[in-house]
């Protein structure tokens, strides 16, 4: 039995994009993102109160990137992972785990726009200065993807994977603070791989993520 536990628009998405592309049976139970994430039942699964976790097999996993190692081991078979001796091994475990550098930033910037709710609460210099890095990010991905590459329509030569999953929905969160028109290689891998049916059935349904916005530009101080 696979059970995750998530809250829609955040990092748990990334796991359950992963369980539709791994086409496996699993339930989900929603949760807001609010307090009752501290709660000590839900504490019982992760201790620090987030999502993802995953009960599966009566043992308990949080952490998105253990998450998804695991997953990936446990069915071979959809070849969303890269074995040890596998060449792309090493370029997978760096892009799965680059998207928790895209996430910090993200989740940075929805703190300042979403969770505090007085502007003089917000700092545009906390802002701006995480919208640039997630453009830095940005750059990474272009580098990569721009790599004149037989099969570089995804982050790794041998095909889509797990990378792909866990970097595009960190990208499809900072899409909401930074705009990828700037980097056109990463704008065509993010179109095609968001075109997937397993991306599609792991967003929300309206009204029930995080962003009530598409975009969400720097906010300035007034006066």
């Not at 967003?203 to 598409?214: A, E, F």
Request: aromatic content about 10%; charged content about 25%.
């Amino acid at each position: 039995m696979i059970r995750l536990h998530h809250c829609p628009q955040t990092r748990s998405m990334r796991t359950l994009w992963l369980l539709h592309e791994l086409e496996v049976d699993f339930e989900v139970v929603l949760h807001a993102f609010d307090r009752s994430l501290r709660d000590a039942e839900y504490l019982s699964l992760s201790p620090a109160g987030r999502v993802p976790a995953l009960e599966i097999d009566g043992e308990r996993m949080f952490e998105t990137g253990a998450i998804t190692e695991f997953l990936c081991e446990r069915f071979p078979e959809a070849n969303m992972g890269r074995g040890p001796d596998d060449p792309d091994r090493m370029a997978w475990l760096v892009w799965v785990h680059f998207a928790e550098t895209i996430s910090q930033h993200a989740a940075a910037l929805t703190q300042q726009h979403i969770m505090l709710y007085e502007d003089a609460m917000r700092s545009p210099v906390v802002m701006k200065l995480e919208a640039a890095r997630l453009g830095k990010c940005y750059d990474a991905l272009e580098a990569r993807l721009s790599t004149p590459l037989e099969n570089r329509d995804y982050l790794l030569t041998s095909g889509f994977s797990a990378a792909d999953v866990s970097v595009g929905q960190a990208v499809y969160m900072a899409r909401h603070f930074a705009k990828l028109e700037a980097h056109p290689a990463v704008t065509e891998w993010f179109e095609r791989i968001t075109e997937r049916p397993e991306f599609q059935k792991s967003l929300p349904r309206r009204g029930t993520g995080l962003y009530s916005q598409d975009f969400y530009p720097a906010w300035e101080a007034a006066g």
